[in-house]
Every structure is written in structure tokens, then in C-alpha cells.
């Protein structure tokens, strides 16, 4: 069954604009009602292969929801699964006419059973565990049943807690056994005390978590609800609330306004975990980690008392446009309180942008940039982005004479469709670089248009499995062109679709009562490469595969639920670059490299290990039993511990420009230290910088013949 959406969403803001409501919270059932509406709207107009609303469509959201509340199938008993079912072929209805019984009734039930299960795991975590029994426990919780009785559902508990427990005690008893080892006067603890002590930790570790639980509000379960049903379109579409809107925005633009420090709640006080360094809380070089913050005030208003306080709602205090006051009231880690005023700024998250590297190998002198995102401010395309930076970096390479260039974009999720096309004109003179297809339209052929090239040498691109989206774009372009060779895991992440947010706030008008009801992120467009191939799924394969820890793990797109499918259209109009670099004789080299690198293939070994203990699903609660699994590992883990001493004999400089800046951040150059070591112990590293010899040989020696013709 379906209905016009258009004509409930008329009818629901004429109903806005006629009433007034003082609760601007998701705690507003007619607020609820109508986020459904409006996401149901947005998503059958926009959405690139919309799903069917139909009873296939309710159970799967009905499976995902429960799941998303209960994965471990410790809360939920089957007597509730039983009443949900009800429902179970419902909600596709309750969808179309706004109607949310069925998430009032699962959520009323869960926050019983949460208070139930804080209940349970102390009553558990009171009394002794025996590890000498034998017994085990199964973690596979996707084919577990719903406990049966209340019996069940705290001999569900118990097993879980005594598996957690269990870890510790291993531990515990290792760490004396070290200290005996060390020293031969050393008393060993008891076990009874040990035990005691592992089982103390987890009630702690039990308690942070229903901390961070209880400070949950309905309208953070009902935007989990909302998301079971958005995430049925595709695994990429999604709800964001107000807050998570900001926190999106400021992770795709690397930046935000505020005073620079991230803070985490623990026991009911806000603390500092982190002076983000260049924010004005560094500058001012008046708080510090560990800083509780016990009240905030904006410039000379009174201030607010945060003990207690939700984080999201203290972060909303703290957070302020550029140029505005806060004052905090922190108590200083040496015990004494102070009132800092701090002028908030622009602040920008390092990490998140390119960073680069010289290395001379061979008497020769190459580049490394690292691109963690492709990075914009939609808002303002003038301001820093991943292209801009990328294009003032290899300049800077350039005049510390670079002969060749790796661009790692390992771990690089996506981002900016923008900034790759911009980017890809670094490498090619002009032409298409990628194809878009929105539902039901011709495909769009995204070009460059700049004639300029801006490096024409060797390339290597590096990827691996969590590559994805944006980051697949560049490769896939650059590998079609024949303008760089691939290196990296047996195929990228594989996401070939695009996303656009919708504002939903643009459907209310002038006469809101409702508040800011967030945005929607969906899938609107899919892109294919020049060749007429899909991404999606398929990912992009590369010339030179290595093998890392993820090469046998499921976190690809097709791995994930109710993904596109992979589809072909026509080849745009291009042409790959005239073969001036032999690429073929540079892969051929880099396989007979690989052969004899026994660190390659101890990775491929460690990869099919961590596959093999991943699978695992079932362990023992006996100590005896459970410690010679873990000594059995740890001798097996013993093997692979080689591969992070793997060492090369490259060393890794920054720029000239940058080490001005290191002398002034010691948090900067603790980063910069800590990177280049790591690409010094890097075998993908070392391979790529090996293909860019090879590269810059062979692209010589076809030179010169061509001069002696």
C-alpha cells in the first residue's frame, strides 16, 4: 500500500501553521508524526531507487529496530518480541498515516527492561564468579533466541558478564604471574582477590555504560527509529537530528566554531579530554586536559550550574559563533577553581586535512600526501577544501624538487564530489573524469576544464578496503586514464552512490512551531567511471594488490544492508594518456618484488588468522580451558609481531614551510613524529615509493630513445 505523500504533507503543514506548540522537543508527538511525514516525502521524490512501503518492507524495518535496541538479545524477552509482532506487518501502514504506536510501545517496554537489566548486572556482578565450571558461551546473538523466561534472560546476563569478567581475570592473573617472574619475592595475589577485582571493573565498565544510557532522552530513541526505517533505502541514507547536523557539517569541513577542546561526561561532570591545538582554548593556554567544567556563561549573563547536565546539551552551551564570549568555571586538575574566558574561533581539525612528506630514496626526492577526506564547507566553497590544499602541497613539493608523487588515500571515506573533479585536473590536461546518473535522467559527465596540468610525473595512488565514495572517484579516473598506478587491498570499499542533505526545515515556511526538525541525507545520484563501470559494489580493483588485516573481513558496500546494485552505462568520451611511463613493466616488477618480501606474505597469513578468530563465536567460561586458548593465540600472535617492527631505511621529512609551524606546537610536532615513524615501518609506503622508481626509470629510458630518433 502507498498513499501521496504530497497531500499529507499539505495537510500536516496547514496543521502547523493553525496551531502553536511551547514543546520544541522530539518529546512532541505531533512533532513526531509529522518528521515522518516529511522524511517519507522527501525520500519517495528524491531518493535515487526508492523502496516499495509495502509488508515485505515493514518486517525488514521491524528486524532492524529491534536489532539496533537489543543486538545482544539480553533485554528483550520473547513475550516482547511476541506482542511487537503484532506490528510486524504494520509499519508500513503506520509509516503512511503518521501513526507511531508501534515505536511508543517497543520504546515504553525497552526502558523498562533497561531499568530491569541495571538491576540484573548488579545483582550478577554481587556475588562471586566460579571459573572453574565448565561452560560456554555463544556470541553468535543474530541466531540466538530472545530469552524465553526471566530465568533465561538472567542466565543471559550472567554468562555475559563472567565471559567479560573472565577476560579481566586472565589478565589480572598474567600481570602477577609477570611480577613474580621479575621479582621471586613478589607475593602473588589470591585468586579470590583477583577475581573480586576483575569482577569490580566490569561493574564499573557496566556502570559508565547505563550512565551514558540514562542520559539518553526518548527523542534520541525516536531519531534511532527513524533511522531503522531511512536506512532501508539504502544503507547510506540517514536522519540526522539538529545536533548530529552540526557535527556532520563540521566533519565533511574539517572545522567549527567554538573554543577548540573536546570534552567527554564521566560521574556527572563535564570534562576536558583534549585542547585541540591552533583553537583559541590552546592559545589562551588556560585550561588543560583533565579540567572539570562546573558552569558556563555566556559573556556577562549569568552562569549556568553543567554538573549533571546532558554532554550534547553542555556542548550546545560551550559552542558559539566566531567572536562571541564564553566564560567557564572549571575546577583545575591541582583541585583549585577558576572562571576562563575564552573568545571563540574558527577551529580547525588538523587531522582531518592533507598533510605531506619528503622522502629521498635511490638519490631521488618523492612526495607523500595523506588525504584523510575530501573535505569542503559547503557553505563556502571559497574557504579551505581538500583540492586547494592538495594543489598548494604539491607545489611546495615541486620546489623541493619532487620526482615523484604518492597520494594515499588509505582510510579516505569520501566526501566532496567537487573537490575530486578539481583535483583530478591536477593530473590530466582535460576531459571527463566522472559520469552521474540521477533516477529516471541521462547520465551527467563531470569534466575538467583546465588545460594546466599541474604534476605530470610518476603517480601511485595508495587504497585499501575502507577507500570509499569520493576516494574511489580519483582512483578509478586516474586508473582509467592510465595516469597512475593503483596500490593497495584487492578492491576499494566499492560505494558508488552520491548523497545530497535536505534541509527540512525549508518544508515548514515562516510559521514554525515545530523548531529546527534537522536534515535528511539520501541517496539521490549514483557515479560511474569514465569506462562506463560501476563502483559501486565492484569498488575499484588495483594494478599492484597487497594484502593488509582487512583483506578478508566483511566491511565492504556489499557487505552491508539492502546496498544498490551494481549497473553499467555507456563509456563517456575519453582517452587514456599516451603511454610515455611503461606501467606494465612497473606492475610486472612489483609482483616479482612481492614474491620474495616475506613480510607480504606474513601479511596475507596474518589477514586469513584474524578472519579465522573472527568467525569464532563460541568460548569457554572455564579459566583453565580459556587461558590455553589465549596462550595458544598469543603464541600464534607471536608470529605476526614482526610486522610492526618491519622497518625501512627511509626517513621522512616535512616541509620547510611546516617545521616553522612545528617550532611553535609541540602537539603538531608530536604528530608529525609519530607519522613519519609509522610511514617509516610502512611496506605499502615503501612498495609505492619502489613503482615510482620504476616509473621515473623506465619513463627516462623512453625519453632518451625517443631523442636519439
Request: net charge negative; proline share 3%; glycine share 6%.
Amino acid at each position: 500500500m502507498k498513499r501521496n505523500f504530497v497531500y499529507v504533507l499539505a495537510a500536516l503543514l496547514i496543521s502547523a501553521a493553525s496551531c502553536s506548540f511551547t514543546n520544541k522537543t522530539f518529546d512532541n508527538p505531533d512533532k513526531d508524526r509529522l518528521l515522518v511525514e516529511l522524511l517519507s516525502f522527501v525520500i519517495q521524490k528524491w531518493h535515487f531507487s526508492p523502496s516499495e512501503v509495502d509488508d515485505s518492507f515493514s518486517e525488514k524495518v521491524f528486524d532492524n529496530y529491534i536489532g539496533m535496541l537489543d543486538p545482544s538479545r539480553r533485554y528483550f524477552l520473547q513475550s516482547d518480541i511476541d506482542e511487537f509482532s503484532e506490528y510486524k506487518d504494520k509499519i508500513d501502514d503506520q509509516i503512511q498515516s503518521a501513526d507511531i504506536s508501534f515505536f511508543d510501545l517497543v520504546h515504553n517496554r525497552f526502558v523498562k527492561r533497561l531499568t530491569e537489566g541495571e538491576e540484573i548486572y548488579k545483582e550478577i556482578l554481587g556475588k562471586p564468579f566460579d571459573f572453574s565450571e565448565n561452560e560456554d558461551i555463544d556470541m553468535d546473538y543474530e541466531n540466538l533466541p530472545f530469552p524465553e523466561s526471566e530465568d533465561d534472560r538472567v542466565e543471559r546476563w550472567r554468562k555475559y558478564l563472567k565471559f567479560a569478567a573472565l577476560g579481566s581475570y586472565v589478565s589480572r592473573m598474567e600481570d602477577e604471574e609477570d611480577k613474580k617472574e621479575k621479582d621471586a619475592s613478589y607475593t602473588v595475589k589470591p585468586g579470590e582477590d583477583i577475581e573480586k577485582e576483575a569482577r569490580e571493573s566490569i561493574l564499573k565498565t557496566q556502570a559508565e555504560h547505563f550512565d551514558i544510557v540514562d542520559d539518553l532522552e526518548r527523542r534520541d530513541w525516536f531519531v534511532m527509529y527513524l533511522n531503522a526505517i531511512v536506512t532501508e533505502f539504502d544503507p547510506h541514507t540517514f536522519y540526522f537530528a539538529p545536533d548530529d547536523k552540526d557535527r556532520f557539517d563540521a566533519s565533511i569541513s574539517g572545522k567549527f566554531e567554538g573554543i577548540g577542546a573536546r570534552l567527554q561526561r564521566k560521574n556527572d561532570r563535564i570534562k576536558i579530554v583534549e585542547v585541540i591545538s591552533g583553537g583559541p582554548a590552546w592559545r589562551g593556554n588556560e585550561v588543560e586536559v583533565g579540567d572539570e567544567i562546573l558552569r558556563v556563561a555566556q559573556g556577562e549573563e549569568e552562569p549556568v550550574d553543567i554538573i549533571g547536565m546532558r554532554l550534547d546539551d553542555a556542548v550546545k552551551l560551550i559552542k558559539g559563533p566566531k567572536g562571541s564570549e564564553v566564560k567557564l568555571t572549571v575546577k583545575k586538575v591541582d583541585g583549585t577553581t577558576q572562571t576562563i574566558s575564552i573568545v571563540r574561533d574558527v577551529v580547525e581539525l588538523e587531522e582531518s586535512y592533507a598533510r605531506t612528506s619528503l622522502v629521498k630514496k635511490d638519490g631521488r626526492t618523492y612526495g607523500i600526501i595523506n588525504l584523510p577526506k575530501f573535505y569542503i564547507d559547503f557553505e563556502d566553497y571559497e574557504s579551505r577544501n581538500a583540492a586547494s590544499d592538495v594543489e598548494k602541497e604539491i607545489e611546495r613539493l615541486k620546489e623541493q624538487g619532487m620526482e615523484g608523487l604518492v597520494l594515499d588515500l588509505r582510510g579516505n571515506g569520501g566526501g566532496s564530489l567537487k573537490t575530486v573533479v578539481d583535483m583530478a585536473g591536477f593530473f590530466i590536461k582535460e576531459g571527463p573524469v566522472v559520469q552521474v546518473k540521477s533516477s529516471g535522467k541521462q547520465q551527467e559527465v563531470l569534466s575538467d576544464t583546465d588545460s594546466r596540468v599541474q604534476w605530470d610525473g610518476p603517480l601511485v595512488i595508495l587504497v585499501n578496503e575502507l577507500s570509499a565514495s569520493a576516494s574511489e572517484i580519483l582512483a578509478a579516473a586516474m586508473q582509467d586514464y592510465k595516469r597512475a598506478v593503483i596500490v593497495g587491498s584487492k578492491q576499494t570499499y566499492g560505494k558508488g552512490t552520491v548523497q545530497n542533505v535536505v534541509n527540512l526545515n525549508q518544508f515548514l515556511g515562516q510559521k514554525n512551531d515545530y523548531g529546527d526538525v534537522g536534515a535528511l541525507k539520501l541517496t539521490t545520484q549514483k557515479f560511474y567511471r569514465i569506462n562506463g563501470g560501476s563502483t559501486q559494489l565492484e569498488g575499484v580493483k588495483s594494478d599492484i594488490v597487497i594484502p593488509d588485516r582487512y583483506s578478508y573481513i566483511d566491511l565492504g558496500e556489499k557487505d552491508q544492508i539492502n546496498p544498490l546494485p551494481w549497473d553499467k552505462i555507456a563509456e563517456a568520451d575519453y582517452r587514456p594518456l599516451k603511454d610515455h611511463v611503461n606501467y606494465d613493466y612497473a606492475i610486472s616488477r612489483s609482483k616479482e618484488r612481492m614474491a620474495e618480501n616475506e613480510q607480504i606474505g606474513l601479511l596475507e597469513e596474518n589477514a586469513q588468522w584474524i578472519k579465522k578468530k573472527q568467525d569464532e563465536s563460541t568460548f569457554s567460561l572455564n579459566y583453565e580451558a580459556y587461558r590455553k586458548s589465549v596462550d595458544e593465540d598469543m603464541e600464534v600472535a607471536k608470529k605476526f609481531d614482526v610486522l610492526s617492527e618491519y622497518s625501512t631505511d627511509l626517513t621522512f621529512e616535512s616541509l620547510p614551510y611546516e617545521d616553522a609551524l612545528i617550532a611553535q606546537d609541540t602537539i603538531l610536532r608530536d604528530r608529525r613524529e609519530r607519522w613519519h615513524k609509522n610511514l617509516s615501518r610502512d611496506v605499502y609506503v615503501e612498495e609505492a615509493l619502489n613503482v615510482l622508481t620504476d616509473l621515473r626509470n623506465e619513463s627516462e629510458k623512453g625519453l632518451a630513445q625517443i631523442r636519439k630518433q
